[in-house]
Structures are given as C-alpha cells and as structure tokens.
C-alpha cells in the first residue's frame, strides 16, 4: 500500500514539473520573439525560438567559427529582406536569452 502510495506520489510530481517546464520555456520564447519584434523580426514564436536556440548550439559546437558567419545563417534562415544589422540583432538577443555564457563569441565581431 505505501508503495503504491509512492508511486503514485511521484507520478503526480513528474506530471507537475513536465507541465510547468513547457510554460516557462513559452515565457522565454515569448519574451524573445518581443524583443525580435523590435528589431523588424517577424515570423512564429517556435520557429524563433528554435532559430535563436540553435544559433547557441552552434556558437557552442564551433560550427559556424565567428559571428560574421552565425550572423549569415541567421540571416539566411529569416523572412527575405533581413538585413545583416537585423541578423546582429537577432543573435544577440538569442544568446542573451538562451545562452548567455556565450556573449564574448559576439563581442569578438567587434575586434
């Protein structure tokens, strides 16, 4: 009976933690397609998101090798007419949102 109890406890606490992780995570991307926005980045807040999450896995893999060329894929990955300034933009407020350990790799653009 305690077992079950348990058991039943745990799962009722892992329920409650998957449910409030996604809505942080939409808290996030909300706040970042904001900040996008005001810069004249549009388009859906998951494609953002993914976009400027991905642009961290990246930065963090070493695939792109500098912020010219991150600022490029971000580019080319945004509505037509981005501008390379928009890019800049866009990739800062990705990694101040999603990781924020990686703010000297845009700082280096300007050496």
């Known amino acids: 009976m305690k077992g ?3 058991a039943t406890i745990g799962a009722m606490a892992a ?7 996604p809505a942080q995570a939409d808290d996030y991307d909300y706040a970042f397609k904001s900040t996008v926005n005001t ?3 549009f388009g859906p807040q998951d494609y953002l998101a993914w ?5 961290c896995d990246r930065i963090a893999r070493g695939v792109d090798g500098d912020p010219y060329k991150s ?3 971000v580019e080319h990955n945004l ?6 300034g928009q890019a800049f933009q866009f990739l800062g407020a990705a990694i101040n949102a999603y990781c924020p350990n990686e703010v000297g790799f845009l700082q280096s653009a300007g050496r």
């Open 71 to 73: 600022a490029n894929f």
């Open 15 to 21: 329920a409650a933690i998957s449910l409030a992780v």
């Open 4 to 6: 079950t109890k348990l």
């Open 79 to 84: 509505p037509r007419g981005t501008t390379e």
């Open 39 to 41: 810069f004249g980045v």
């Open 51 to 55: 976009l400027g999450k991905i642009s």
